[in-house]
């Protein structure tokens, strides 16, 4: 951008403006395509592919992407570059210095070597080069998140599924500077990053969503919050922050509901300044001071006018609106009167022919309602009879209805089947539970536990036997064991006969009779008989569960359910038939009982109709004499009500293109009016009061920040001569992560 004459004066006014106000509606743009930018990360070549399919003329350029992968605090877990080399010339070696680890080409083949000067030097053969890397040099700027929940610190962790008033605080600290002379001093002056943070929200469980500095768009379903930073820039500027403070950090609130952590992505760039050139500016400083002064007159003026024209125009079409108003209710009048004229007159029509008929029909009426007084009479005398007797037939169907419940109680007695007494409300339900009750798989769970308790219950009465057996057994293992021990080289069968034919001194038996005693007294051997002894027993009931005579047994029981089963269903469809028979029953003898009070009404109501159809036939001829004078009326009515309609409709249509020419012109006039009124104070008068004369003072720090911004062109090669920009983007992690 070249400085101008025209302009200078709106130098400083209109970069601060770009930055602070214009940086909400990119940051916007930005966080929509939040997801788009996770994906990139992934396959970093697409991005690249998208950008230009023909490298620019001229020299060697770099394009770099740094995709920062944080954190739910911030705290850099990766750092992947993406770098795409534009070869204009189709040179065929292309000498890169990188500091990157891990390189892979990302598009095409294409190899590198390493040189003596730690350069890669990449067999191009005339192409674009496209690699990645793994980053390990610190950033440029450092990002942290905060959470504050109901005024109180929390972790990330500690954060989830909690609710309340919450705050998420984007912190951004900028580490690359460099120092410069600003009117002979040594001054720090950052590169100037914009910092532009987004994230989407859940509209279930965020609310009142707010940015410090930013944009909150709201679609319904999802919140989107942007918001925006200039780490370094109050301080590189040497600006008032009491009078012009240009934010280093974005502030989110909310109220939540079992909060779940989102991801966030930031971009940084310094685009914005390096394309800024202020070769031209010094010329025009003197006259600044004096121009910022007329630019703060005029805008006072323009918005003083916008008012104005804003209120006449506002007042111009609150009359359009009245009259819009006024023209369409007479037309909306008269459409309905001529509507209603032409109805009156088909209906005067229809009156006069319907009065002739009417007239004829009163008549014969009168003479028809004598013979349907008598006739009602003899109904109401003929329900009396047959409801005197409803009582009679009720009680007698529910005696029914209770004898074939008390059999049926009978037969599920007789069937061996516990069940509650069945009445007329209960029946169905319980017969569906002993239905239930003898289902195959449930009939058949029954006989085997009770076989089985049998089997349990008589193996049990034998346990003193199988315990003697057992512990016969292990006497026998524990005197193998003595004899051994004691060197006597028999088994306990020799021993035992050795013993009777007098071979063994009665005091060596006493030994050995002693040894064996005392071992199975130990625990340890009357576990192992307990043990044997259950096996043995849980064996016996095995063996017996098997028999024929068991099997055979559950199967008769599972026949008999399904024998039981069907007879139950047959019982429960004769009761069901019944129960309609005795519903209907019922509900026949309550009809009588109304129709009969409905009978007596209407004795009384003929006899009122009777003399009614004698007064109306009386009426029918006066009638049908003024309907033939009442037609005549309603053509002429008819004409003179159309004509007024179609006239009227076509003022109203005027009137409303005149009142939406007025209220576009009012909105537009607003629109000025707000427009003047925060360029002024957003813009004007803040610049005006941040410079506080020393215009001069803030040109040449503008100059240096510009500068030191198209110094720093790579984060992988800081030290490189190659042309290029670089943007960052940092995403930290969700809750799911």
Not at 17 to 32: M, P
Not at 157 to 174: A, P
Not at 199 to 207: P, T, V
Request: glycine fraction near 8%; charge should be neutral.
């Amino acid at each position: 951008m070249r400085i101008t004459n025209k302009t200078s004066v709106k130098l400083i006014a209109a970069i601060l403006s770009v930055l602070i106000f214009g940086s909400a509606v990119a940051v916007a743009a930005y966080s929509a395509g939040a997801d788009s930018a996770v994906k990139k990360s992934e396959s970093v070549s697409e991005k690249q592919d998208d950008d230009s399919s023909v490298s620019e003329g001229g020299e060697l350029s770099k394009n770099e992407s740094v995709y920062v992968i944080a954190d739910a605090a911030g705290e850099p877990e990766k750092i992947i570059v993406s770098d795409w080399i534009k070869n204009p010339d189709k040179l065929a070696k292309i000498n890169d210095s990188t500091n990157l680890k891990d390189i892979k080409n990302v598009k095409g083949d294409e190899k590198f070597t390493m040189n003596d000067d730690n350069m890669c030097v990449w067999d191009a053969e005339g192409k674009d080069i496209y690699y990645q890397g793994n980053g390990t040099d610190a950033l440029p700027v450092d990002l942290s998140v905060s959470y504050i929940l109901d005024n109180r610190a929390v972790t990330p962790e500690q954060i989830k599924g909690k609710s309340g008033r919450l705050t998420i605080r984007f912190d951004y600290k900028n580490n690359k500077y460099e120092t410069v002379k600003i009117n002979g001093k040594d001054e720090r002056i950052y590169v100037p990053f914009v910092m532009l943070t987004g994230m989407m929200l859940d509209n279930e469980k965020f609310s009142n969503v707010q940015v410090s500095n930013g944009k909150v768009i709201n679609d319904g379903n999802r919140t989107i919050v942007a918001g925006f930073a200039l780490p370094g820039l109050s301080d590189s500027l040497n600006v008032n922050r009491d009078k012009l403070d240009i934010p280093d950090y974005v502030e989110i609130t909310a109220d939540v509901k079992e909060f779940e952590l989102t991801s966030t992505l930031t971009l940084a760039t310094n685009d914005v300044f390096s394309d800024i050139d202020f070769t031209d500016a010094d010329e025009e400083l003197d006259k600044l001071d004096e121009k910022l002064d007329k630019l703060t007159d005029a805008t006072d003026k323009l918005i003083d006018g916008s008012s104005q024209l804003y209120k006449g125009i506002d007042t111009l079409l609150k009359k359009s609106g009245d009259l819009i108003s006024g023209v369409r209710a007479l037309a909306s009048g008269a459409k309905k009167l001529a509507g209603g004229a032409a109805q009156v007159d088909s209906g005067a029509g229809t009156l006069k022919s319907g009065a002739k008929t009417l007239n004829s029909g009163a008549v014969s009426l009168k003479d028809g309602t004598a013979q349907l007084k008598d006739g009602i009479a003899q109904l109401s005398s003929g329900l009396g009879t047959i409801s005197s007797n409803s009582s009679k037939l009720n009680d007698g169907a529910k005696q029914v209805f209770e004898s074939l419940l008390k059999t049926a109680d009978a037969s599920i007695a007789a069937a061996g089947l516990k069940a509650e007494k069945l009445t007329i409300d209960n029946y169905a339900s319980v017969l569906k539970k002993i239905s239930d009750s003898l289902s195959e798989d449930s009939v058949k769970k029954l006989a085997y536990n009770t076989a089985l308790d049998t089997v349990t219950t008589t193996v049990r009465s034998q346990e003193s036997m199988v315990r003697a057996s057992v512990e016969e057994a292990v006497k026998q293992k524990v005197l193998a064991g003595v004899l051994e021990k004691a060197g006597m080289n028999m088994t306990p069968e020799q021993y035992t006969a050795a013993c009777a034919a007098g071979q063994i001194p009665q005091e060596n038996q006493q030994q050995i009779s002693a040894a064996v005693d005392a071992q199975m007294q130990t625990n340890a051997i009357k576990a192992t008989v307990d043990t044997e002894t259950e096996a043995q027993i849980q064996k016996l009931i095995d063996d017996n569960m098997k028999t024929e005579k068991v099997q055979s047994g559950i199967t008769d029981a599972v026949n008999k359910a399904k024998s039981g089963k069907t007879s139950i269903s047959t019982l429960k469809e004769q009761l069901d038939s019944y129960n309609t028979f005795y519903n209907g029953l019922i509900s026949y003898t309550s009809g009588v009982d109304k129709a009969k009070s409905g009978a007596a009404k209407l004795v009384s109501g003929s006899t009122q109709l009777s003399g009614g159809t004698e007064k109306l036939a009386k009426g029918t001829k006066k009638l049908k004499s003024g309907t033939k004078t009442l037609k005549k009326g309603t053509k002429t009515l008819k004409n003179g009500a159309k004509t007024l309609s179609d006239n009227l409709n076509k003022l109203s249509a005027g009137t409303v293109a005149l009142a939406e020419g007025v209220e576009k012109l009012r909105d537009g006039s607003l629109k000025i009016n707000k427009g003047l009124k925060q360029y002024k104070e957003e813009g004007v008068d803040l610049l005006v009061d941040a410079v506080d004369k020393d215009v001069k003072g803030l040109v040449e720090r503008f100059k240096a920040v510009s500068k030191v911004s198209r110094h720093y062109k790579s984060y992988s090669s800081p030290d490189s001569d190659m042309k290029g920009n670089v943007d960052f983007i940092y995403k930290t992690a969700s809750q799911d992560e």
